[in-house]
Nanobody, 124 residues
Framework: QVQLAESGGGLVQAGDFLRLSCQVS????????MGWFRQQAPGKERQFVA????????HYADSVKGRFTVSRDSAKNTVYLQMNSLNPEDTAKYYC?????????????????WGQGTQVTVSS
């Protein structure tokens, strides 16, 4: 069973950057399709932010394309979400997710394992 632990959230100003980390415990990180999601308020639907397929292909929501970058470090078994040019609309709790037994992310991919999330707050 994979376990995921996010870190790196915080309070920043508009225009700043943050890098979120997701430590993966289980198989090597390249064994999973990895995703990043965010939830802007309790009770609201989690929104897709970014994903990385097993072969390293990356995918982004239109709202973050060009500002956010997902990457992984196999030596550290960690996935990162680099977030640049943050704006108040990016304020949310960010979750890391993993999915086994598939190779490529698609918009229909459902994730079976989730972390506890890390809060990102962007002030104007």
């Amino acid at each position: 069973q994979v376990q995921l632990a996010e870190s790196g959230g915080g309070l920043v100003q508009a225009g700043d950057f943050l890098r979120l980390s997701c430590q993966v415990s289980g198989r090597t990180v390249s064994s999973y399709v990895m995703g990043w999601f965010r939830q802007q308020a309790p009770g609201k639907e989690r929104q897709f932010v970014a994903a990385m397929s097993r072969n390293g292909n990356t995918h982004y929501a239109d709202s973050v394309k060009g500002r956010f970058t997902v990457s992984r470090d196999s030596a550290k078994n960690t996935v990162y979400l680099q977030m640049n040019s943050l704006n108040p609309e990016d304020t949310a709790k960010y979750y890391c997710a993993a999915r086994t037994y598939i190779s490529e992310w698609t918009p229909e991919t459902s994730f079976s394992s989730w972390g506890q999330g890390t809060q990102v707050t962007v002030s104007s």
